[in-house]
């Protein structure tokens, strides 16, 4: 085992007192990059990169290279589980991902499974390699965050076949038959915590569920297709590996309304989107789990001085530590970064965070 | 003038006792009905529709001659204004709205003048048409509600120059020059308190500010840059005309999180969408203002049997009347209605909340 030199994040997740706020980014790994846009055209497309552990691994590292970062997370995509399922990911070029296979009737619904984990190898091989590259002389820079698609997540996907504003398809089902959206979201459940289990064994040292559409339900339809099997798969999940703590990130986009509900569902810490106030979050959720994020990815475009200004507007509105919860505030953004941001600006935000919050934590 | 057969939309804005609650929908008069696809037809093209008073006088009370709505809504597009200042409003076949001319540079935004009405007065033609068009023998069937987008959902169209995923432009400018933005929003907000004062004296008999985009806004900014200039719209509206109150319904699409400060805006109803539970929202408010809502639009794609499970939760979500706030509730959808809903499930919502809704009445 390699000691772990900055451990800022999973202490903060676990609300244990640090020095500083700790900051990763959502997609931080990506097109905004110049050397990850290298890299993806040697792969020649998104699914070759993201199923090779060696390039997986490169990726994951770029943006660690460049910032002060306080955590690594797995490059991959989250639709790999339907893939092993069989649904055939395809990305066509300038688009989203879509499914060969939609889930279109009762007899492909009856017929799903979780898939064979054999099938998601390169994921579990590209976690090992990239723990390992973390790693030099016996000290690894900083934890390393697998993830996965929340089962509702990932049946928006599966039912409707591709991206979607209004999940037409998905929400039909699930109003029309919701035994069958039930049979989707069990199967998904089990999947998706045998998924993460296998990236924890395989050296992930917490990992995030991404309810990216659970935002797109109705009040009451979320608490029943959505929540409720993202508090299945933490229930499910190992969190104790290799004698420390995993602790487990709930994210959902558009999920302010129902934070109450979700400090009850297992995770240890919730994503939250920019349009939350973390003052007021942080009162709904009490002392029951840490909150990450919350910047607007679009403050990024801004300039310099006006990056650092809400930087500091975001970790004011957390506040002070306290007492009685020493940690639990992640700095994120709302959302993944986009791909138009300027490098130089995410330096500042880094920097600011890192230097602003540390009268928060004395 | 002419008496109203039905005021039960206007009383429930008030708060007034009714004997059921009203229900309208958002894009009640659209593309899901096969008549409004004819005269759309007919017309030509979605701006020769909208700018014919005729014509939308037609659109307008199609739905009215299907269902038993409580309601008409002024057939119009929301970007009517910003194109009467000059920008120039295109719909290209197949896709959205875009501006000719947006926002792009510091010369055009202190340039930004206000529109003369007069430029607008086909809208207000449409307005006084359907007006009379309502009414038979001196008795009017429904009220007429006429709306503008918020100073906010303009500028966001009127910077970006077309819809967006992540308004960039748009946010750029709010966040590196404010100044800038808020000059847009104050030019916005009198230009849309003159546009409905107009639409008020011209006989609508309630009105409507979509904040379509507000929830594209991080919690602060919401409060800085919507709700802010909604409320000066509302502080400038002609409340009474002809001796009848004119109710203000603002409905702030993603909102959810702010409807506290919402009903302090100077709105008679707030609007919401389906995220929403409607008692947490009615504690919210309490007895300051009626709420508008919040059936998901993809309900209507289900089965009729779960189409009126679905209208029974969303009327007991808001609960009975009480005896210090006898009428509180309009039924609505949470967005507009998809162009995919068949026709005949409407007729299911609409005898499912008028039959439903009489035991919260007594």
Chains 1, 2 share one sequence.
């Not at 590292?61 to 970062?69: G, K």
């Not at 915590?193 to 797109?216: K, R």
């Not at 109450?260 to 989107?273: P, T, Y």
């Amino acid at each position: 085992m390699s000691a772990l030199a900055n451990d800022t994040l999973l202490r903060a997740l676990l609300r244990q007192p640090t020095a500083y706020t700790p900051v990763w980014l959502m997609r931080q790994a990506g097109r905004y990059l110049p050397e990850y846009n290298a890299t993806r055209s040697r792969a020649g497309s998104f699914l070759a990169l993201a199923t090779s552990p060696e390039l997986a691994t490169e990726v994951t590292l770029q943006p660690l290279d460049r910032y002060a970062l306080d955590a690594a997370i797995l490059f991959s995509d989250i639709l790999t589980v339907p893939d092993a399922m069989g649904l055939g990911l395809r990305f066509a070029a300038g688009e989203g991902p879509r499914f060969e296979h939609p889930l279109r009737n009762e007899a492909q619904i009856l017929g799903l499974r979780p898939p064979a984990l054999e099938r998601l190898r390169y994921v579990f091989d590209a976690v090992a390699q990239i723990r390992r590259a973390l790693t030099r002389d016996g000290v690894q820079r900083v934890p390393l965050i697998g993830f996965s698609g929340s089962p509702w997540t990932l049946a928006c996907y599966m039912v409707e076949g591709q991206g979607s504003d209004d999940w037409r398809q998905t929400k039909t089902l699930l109003y029309s038959r919701p035994d069958l959206m039930h049979h989707v979201l069990r199967v998904n459940a089990e999947a998706v915590a045998a998924y993460l289990n296998a990236q924890i064994e395989a050296g992930a040292q917490a990992v995030m569920l991404f309810d990216s559409w659970g935002g797109a339900l109705a009040d009451g339809a979320f608490q029943e297709f959505s929540l409720r099997y993202s508090a299945q798969v933490l229930a499910a999940l190992r969190r104790e590996h290799a004698g420390a703590r995993v602790p487990a990130i709930l994210f959902t986009k558009g999920g302010g309304m129902w934070l109450q509900q979700m400090a009850e569902c297992g995770a240890d810490a919730l994503g939250v989107d920019w349009t939350v106030g973390l003052g007021a979050a942080r009162s709904a959720v009490g002392e029951r789990v840490a909150l990450q994020g919350n910047l607007d990815p679009s403050v990024l475009f801004a300039t310099p001085a006006a990056i650092e200004q809400q930087v500091r507007a975001v970790l004011d509105s957390y506040g002070p530590m306290s007492a009685t919860q020493p940690g639990g505030h992640v700095f994120n953004l709302g959302h993944g970064i986009s791909q138009f941001t300027p490098p130089e600006h995410v330096q500042v935000l880094v920097d600011t965070v890192h230097s602003h919050s540390r009268a928060l934590h004395r």
